[in-house]
């Protein structure tokens, strides 16, 4: 298990760190920023429904992934279409809401649940339990998260 990272400002991330970066939206980093050659790992996020592009769905409130009927769903759809990974980022109380949009697809998307009080959860708390953000916030300059998944 390792530690992998997030943040809105990715200059702030630890250095030759695994991290998320969002691919669209408020935050979106250009894929030919320097910053990113500052990590040995770099993986993308979406709030809009980027199944192309990214392996991960930010749903939480104010996103439109969530805030849109069957965004999610057609999110993890495409991904499964293209034989990609889906990683569904949610909060711990979002969790049956994620279930139910889902319904059927068990299996095609691995979720990252965030708990942000320092609960790391387990691996088993969820089938295909991916990862925990269990550290960060708002205030702080970026979130972390225990990897119980595959990088």
């Known amino acids: ?21 969002y691919v669209d939206g408020r935050y979106a980093v250009n894929p030919s920023d320097p910053v990113l050659k500052r990590f040995a790992g770099v993986r993308w996020i979406t709030v809009l429904g980027n199944y192309d592009d990214a392996g991960a769905a ?10 849109q009927p069957g965004a999610l769903r057609t999110w993890v759809q495409g991904r499964a279409a293209r034989n990609m990974r889906a990683r569904v980022y949610h909060n711990r109380s979002d969790t049956g809401k994620v279930l139910a949009e889902l319904y059927g697809l068990e299996g095609r998307y691995e979720h990252w649940v965030a708990t942000l009080d320092g609960n790391k959860l387990s691996a088993g708390y969820l089938p295909h339990m991916w990862a925990v953000q269990y550290a960060g916030g708002v205030n702080a300059a970026y979130d972390t998260s225990i990897l119980y998944g595959e990088w």
Do not use: A
């Open 1 to 21: 298990m390792t530690d992998i990272y997030d943040s809105t400002k990715p200059y702030l991330m630890p250095e030759k760190s695994n991290v998320m970066v």
């Open 58 to 67: 930010d749903y939480e409130y104010g996103n439109h992934i969530y805030s």
